[in-house]
């Protein structure tokens, strides 16, 4: 959808002879039906303006198409600015433009993203080539229109507001500049934009280019899918095996029945280490490569920047970033825009989106309505914040308004914690999730080590980490994020054992789990959850104790920056007993959820040692002969941990 588009001569008249802002505002408002922000209606008057600026050149073709605020097919995003035409050789081209009113921004350490100022505060967005770049990528890989009429497409930026500064130009963004132009204020950059556009566009299409992009049929092109293809090939950590093989074909298999008269919605259930994210990834490549519309989408970052990467084989932003979503992206889509959208984590969903929890009705509803089949892969025992709504009934209950029918699978075989279903049914016994009959777990079966010292695990966590780069640190949300505005302060800090960590939550945001210095950092629920590594170090928190020979929650130990608990307080001024059993459920499920991440061990230090002795006295050695004396001894005594009278 094109809410304004002229050729260059209207454009001009209406710029400089007419308010242009008011035009566009009249424009989206009959496309839409809906209102802006008084903010954004200033920011058109003034980008346009200076657009106009630019383009008020004889040298530029007169019948060149100019559209504004172009709605790009299953994504709330809008390209600013098109202008279309034709090159010196009669070859159809498209440019991008992307503006901004940025005054400054700061450099981050993060791949294609910057920091800057808004009316609410400061916030980390995409660097603005970065940004013009996956809209480009965007049209040239679902509209078909362009890459079969092998169109070709430019995009650059243009912030006529901001002075080079060195921040946006950083050699750091190189690679997204030399992708999408930056031009700056001044004359001398309004020059250069110019120079950009008189280079591709040599003659005017009338608009033709325009009226076909709008129209244009939306699938996956053949480039993305190969492309997609081959990144899965060779890949063994997304093989698919028992149970695994028959979710994926039974999804698969539905999800191509679906259509918009008859929706399809697929829930499948599976705890720890069943391999939801693995089938997902498939299923992902295996939808797009039947040329159907498709998406992952996760509330969380972390998973779907780290399957990226493992896909595209590093961590910069590429070409299926866009295939990537998060769930509060739907509260404006169109209903049915997508063949599929497969939603892992499901048990994460928020009722509201946004970033003040302020938008759109409800997520699942939401995720629903926008696609002909949907699929949600949730374990409803990983449900960590008070705003977790995830859970079957209320799938099925969307699905049954949107009268869509629902099919039921199952993941059962347990691939995490060295294939251990013993030890989850111990960890649930343990933490007093559930009665379980395994009040005993023995560690031959799976390497369960209590470490005396956080410092000690630290170390062992870092050796684990040399041979695969697979061991990470993770800890409850107990301590404040103060390196967050003064990075030379630690975070995590036990001062009588000389322990000292940062958390992970900035240089490498969503990619701590893969990044290759991340061991260095400690991790938390929200950039662990989903991922998986050989080996896990907890640190368990005061916020979980025991009590009267009962492991309990203190949710008052709880970082106030931690943004979990939120409700605790207003829900226990009218239910208390609702509110404590509420946030002891969330602190226990956090924990469950952390000391599952280990494929082949999770290594533990509790804060209460009251707790500590607790969990020492369910375990069990079973080794047989001089070797597993060895290694009874290798495990505990250097930590100060002496095996209970069972471990004999």
Known sequence: MIVYQNNKTGFLHDAFSKDIEDLVLRDFRARTGRAVARAEVRSWKESLLAVAKV??????????????????PQTSKRIDVIVTGESSERVEQLIIIELKQWESARKTDRDGIVSTRFAQGEAEVSHPSYQAWSYASLLGNFNETVYEGGVALHPCAYLHNYTDDGVLTDSFYAHHVSLAPLFLKGERERAKLREFLRQHVRYGDRRSLLYRIENGRIRPSKGLVESLNGMLAG??????VDDQKVVYETALSVAR?????SKQVVIVEGGPGTGKSVVAVNLLVALTGRRLVAKYVTKNAAPRAVFESVLVGT???SQISNLFCGSGAFTQTRANTFDALIVDEAHRLNEKSGLYGNLGNNQIQELIGAAKCSIFFLDEDQRVTFKDIGE??????????????????????????????????????????????????DVGEFDFRIFGSPEHLRREIVERNQSRNKARMVAGYCWDWRSRKDPSVQDVEFPEHGFAMRWNLTKDGGLWMVAPESVSEIGCIHTSQ??????????????????????????EMRSAHDKSLNGYKSLLGTDPVKAKRKAELIIKNTYRTLMTRGMKGCYVYFTDKALEQFVRCRLVYSWQGTEGLLKVAQRVVPYGIEPDSDSS
């Not at 383009?55 to 790009?72: H, Q, S, V």
């Not at 890949?235 to 698919?240: A, I």
């Not at 916020?543 to 009267?548: I, P, Q, T, Y």
């Open 235 to 240: 890949k063994p950590e997304f093989v698919l």
């Open 530 to 555: 989903g991922l998986e590594v050989d080996y896990i170090g907890v640190i368990v928190g005061p916020d979980l104790v025991l009590r009267g020979g009962r492991v309990t929650a203190e949710p």
């Open 315 to 317: 961590h910069r932003k």
């Open 55 to 72: 383009l008020n050149d004889e040298a530029i073709p007169a019948d060149c198409g100019i559209a504004i605020e172009y709605g790009i």
């Open 392 to 441: 079957r009934t209320q799938i099925e209950c969307f699905a049954r308004e949107a009268r869509a029918q629902v099919t039921t699978l199952q993941l059962a075989s347990q691939f995490r914690c060295s294939g251990s279903d013993g030890y989850l049914a111990w960890l649930d016994g343990t933490l007093g999730i559930r009665p379980t009959a395994n009040d005993k777990l």
């Open 257 to 261: 029945q679906a259509t918009a008269h």
